[in-house]
């Protein structure tokens, strides 16, 4: 019986992480509804067209990254076991110019429509440096210590600005209490998702963080990510954001805590379970920014 041909769709879909696409757009729906919250109308076109600038810029930054990693010693994309030979990597560089092509044409039209002004430039050019530099050399900063918080950035902290921005042309505190907690568990996923791959980055010398820091340290700086987003949202508390915008997402520091065990077992020689893991690792900035996400909608 014949093997059935890799589905190439497939394979870019999956090599432009969909669960870091998901959470850029409940951070994106975040940002929309602190504008709700605070009295402004909604303007579907410019949300629209903002999300669509998002989606392009991250899918252009992964599979620039791709491209660039390519001959890289032991290289495979997302989900795959080796690199397959239906796709080439020539497809990632076209596709990632053709997004940022696409990009440019929106931020322009975005520019026209709104007249955000400097602000809207300084944000999405800040997010492009970020974007592109992300994976190209001779930066490559996804293999510099500061590529999880690079992402970070550009998924949960960038969405939300420009979301807000291309609503009311300006910038609001509830952004940042908002989006940096989301940003810090963000970070802590990543270093999650960087553990069952620890021993090839390491074989490769692929410094990201969690090589850079050492897995036991990457795990212990995991937990204080993990405990500092709730501190951070309880600060937003004191700063003045309404309670009950805030106590939905508190709701999730039980399974906040579930995960800090499941690490804390790992760094004292435990076996992992990686099914639930990386499932709570995944779920959990999700969770507190569509918790977040939905509080400013509903007020």
């Given at each position: 019986m014949s093997e059935s041909k890799p589905n190439i769709s497939l394979i870019l879909i999956k090599s432009a992480r969909p669960w870091s696409l998901f959470s850029a757009l409940l951070a994106y729906s975040m940002g929309l509804g602190v504008s709700v919250y605070l009295g402004n109308p909604l303007n579907g076109a410019n949300a629209v067209l903002g999300a669509g600038s998002v989606?392009?810029?991250?899918?252009?930054?992964?599979?620039?990254?791709?491209?660039?990693?390519?001959?890289?010693?032991?290289?495979?994309?997302?989900?795959?076991?080796?690199?397959?030979?239906?796709?080439?990597?020539?497809?990632?560089?076209?596709?990632?110019?053709?997004?940022?092509?696409?990009?440019?044409?929106?931020?322009?039209?975005?520019?026209?429509?709104?007249?955000?002004?400097?602000?809207?430039?300084?944000?999405?050019?800040?997010?492009?440096?970020?974007?592109?530099?992300?994976?190209?050399?001779?930066?490559?900063?996804?293999?510099?210590?500061?590529?999880?918080?690079?992402?970070?950035?550009?998924?949960?902290?960038?969405?939300?600005?420009?979301?807000?921005?291309?609503?009311?042309?300006?910038?609001?505190?509830?952004?940042?209490?908002?989006?940096?907690?989301?940003?810090?568990?963000?970070?802590?996923?990543?270093?999650?998702?960087?553990?069952?791959?620890?021993?090839?980055?390491?074989?490769?010398?692929?410094?990201?963080?969690?090589?850079?820091?050492?897995?036991?340290?990457?795990?212990?700086?995991?937990?204080?990510l993990v405990l500092s987003a709730y501190a951070l949202l309880a600060g937003a508390l004191i700063m003045g954001l309404p309670f009950n915008l805030a106590i939905p997402a508190m709701a999730t520091l039980l399974l906040a805590v579930f995960q800090i065990w499941q690490v804390h077992r790992i760094t004292l020689g435990g076996k992992p379970n990686w099914r639930w893991l990386l499932l709570v690792a995944r779920a959990l900035p999700i969770l507190m920014i569509y918790l977040l996400s939905v509080a400013m909608w509903i007020g």
């Amino acid at each position: 019986m014949s093997e059935s041909k890799p589905n190439i769709s497939l394979i870019l879909i999956k090599s432009a992480r969909p669960w870091s696409l998901f959470s850029a757009l409940l951070a994106y729906s975040m940002g929309l509804g602190v504008s709700v919250y605070l009295g402004n109308p909604l303007n579907g076109a410019n949300a629209v067209l903002g999300a669509g600038s998002v989606l392009l810029l991250l899918v252009a930054a992964y599979y620039l990254f791709i491209y660039f990693s390519w001959f890289l010693p032991g290289f495979k994309l997302e989900g795959e076991t080796e690199k397959p030979a239906v796709i080439s990597r020539g497809l990632f560089l076209n596709t990632a110019l053709a997004c940022l092509a696409g990009g440019a044409v929106l931020t322009t039209y975005i520019y026209l429509r709104t007249q955000a002004g400097p602000a809207l430039w300084l944000l999405l050019g800040a997010g492009l440096i970020l974007a592109v530099f992300y994976g190209v050399p001779p930066l490559r900063l996804v293999y510099s210590g500061y590529g999880e918080l690079v992402e970070a950035i550009l998924v949960c902290n960038l969405p939300a600005g420009l979301a807000f921005l291309l609503q009311t042309g300006e910038m609001h505190r509830f952004i940042a209490m908002l989006s940096l907690p989301a940003t810090f568990l963000f970070m802590a996923t990543s270093l999650t998702l960087l553990l069952p791959g620890y021993a090839t980055d390491l074989k490769y010398e692929r410094k990201n963080l969690m090589v850079r820091m050492g897995w036991q340290n990457g795990m212990n700086l995991h937990n204080v990510l993990v405990l500092s987003a709730y501190a951070l949202l309880a600060g937003a508390l004191i700063m003045g954001l309404p309670f009950n915008l805030a106590i939905p997402a508190m709701a999730t520091l039980l399974l906040a805590v579930f995960q800090i065990w499941q690490v804390h077992r790992i760094t004292l020689g435990g076996k992992p379970n990686w099914r639930w893991l990386l499932l709570v690792a995944r779920a959990l900035p999700i969770l507190m920014i569509y918790l977040l996400s939905v509080a400013m909608w509903i007020g």
